[in-house]
């Protein structure tokens, strides 16, 4: 007791007791106020800045709607989709090629992305656009007979939307095929092993066992992809085609509204592009949502209770 008392004695009077909280002091994040600060004042000089232009904002909202700009949309949306599709197919057949036992079917296809991966766009577009200097007719004779399945002039054939369409798609399928590699090599081999050793045929592996794990690598690659096509399809204006960018500048060349009608342009790609972002999370999302942790999905043994079960796509194969 003496010594407690001691104890309570020698003790400073501000000094919290064993059962007291310390205050609690808020740390100052002076960095980041100062940052804040600098940002939002740069900010607000930029507004500043574009509010004092020669900018007539209150025409945009008629721009969006102008006939040759909504053709122009709807131009750029159906070449980047026909043209992303073409290469998602044509890059997966280049992929499969590439991971083939076939050495001749693997230099084809490593010859196909060297070529097409190391050429610009813009120059494979003009190849394509001017390709009657080379082949002035396409023909395609019917065997046996004196009559053509096709022959027509090269000029009439190879229009800028074809010229577009063929530019872009293989441009973009030579990315493709090794964005489908990698989710192809991504599947740890031992699952295509044990699916083989049920008897499952190559077709069907690939279709069951390997593709739906590999769409979690592809997609995101892809969705991006996607989007630069959108944008890309901008490049197509060179030679003619009515796209977003040159339905602007054909519509600036009458009003001389340039300004104005880049910013409606850029409010349609901003739209496109946002709705790409949707959907490509919500591709995402739904091919993530097999994940599972380690030994539940997505291994070929589940190991469930201490026993092994048969996962999903072993089922009914046999």
């Not at 209150?58 to 026909?82: H, R």
């Not at 991971?99 to 010859?111: D, E, F, G, I, K």
């Amino acid at each position: 007791m003496a010594e407690r008392a001691g104890a309570a004695l020698t003790r400073p009077v501000d000094a919290p007791g064993d059962g007291d909280l310390l205050p609690q002091v808020r740390i100052r994040h002076w960095g980041r106020v100062v940052a804040g600060l600098a940002v939002l004042a740069v900010l607000g000089l930029l507004f500043q800045a574009i509010s004092r232009g020669d900018i007539d904002y209150a025409s945009i909202p008629a721009l969006l709607t102008q006939d040759v700009i909504l053709e122009g949309l709807v131009d750029t949306i159906v070449l980047a989709v026909i043209a992303q599709a073409g290469a998602i197919v044509i890059g997966t057949v280049v992929a499969l090629m590439r991971t083939s036992a076939n050495p001749v079917l693997r230099w084809v296809s490593w010859a196909y992305i060297w070529v097409f991966r190391g050429l610009p766009v813009l120059l494979q577009i003009l190849l394509w656009y001017n390709i009657a200097l080379v082949f002035p007719t396409f023909t395609i004779p019917i065997p046996f007979t004196d009559a053509y399945l096709l022959d027509q002039p090269a000029n009439v054939i190879m229009t800028g939307f074809l010229a577009a369409l063929l530019g872009l798609g293989l441009n973009e399928s030579a990315y493709m095929a090794e964005i489908v590699r990698a989710g192809l090599t991504s599947v740890d081999r031992g699952q295509t092993e044990a699916a083989k050793s049920i008897g499952m045929s190559p077709a069907k592996v690939l279709s069951r066992v390997v593709l739906p794990q590999a769409m979690r690598v592809i997609i995101p690659p892809t969705g991006n992809d996607f989007i630069n096509m959108l944008k890309g399809t901008s490049i197509a204006s060179v030679i003619g085609f009515t796209e977003l960018i040159h339905a602007a500048n054909a519509l600036s060349s009458r009003s001389l509204a340039v300004m104005e009608t880049l910013l409606a342009v850029a409010v349609w790609y901003m739209v496109v592009v946002s709705v790409a972002n949707v959907g490509q999370y919500y591709l995402e999302r739904h091919y993530n949502a097999s994940i599972r942790p380690t030994g539940t999905r997505g291994s070929v043994w589940a190991k469930v209770g201490g026993s092994l079960r048969t996962p999903p796509f072993m089922r009914g194969s046999r």
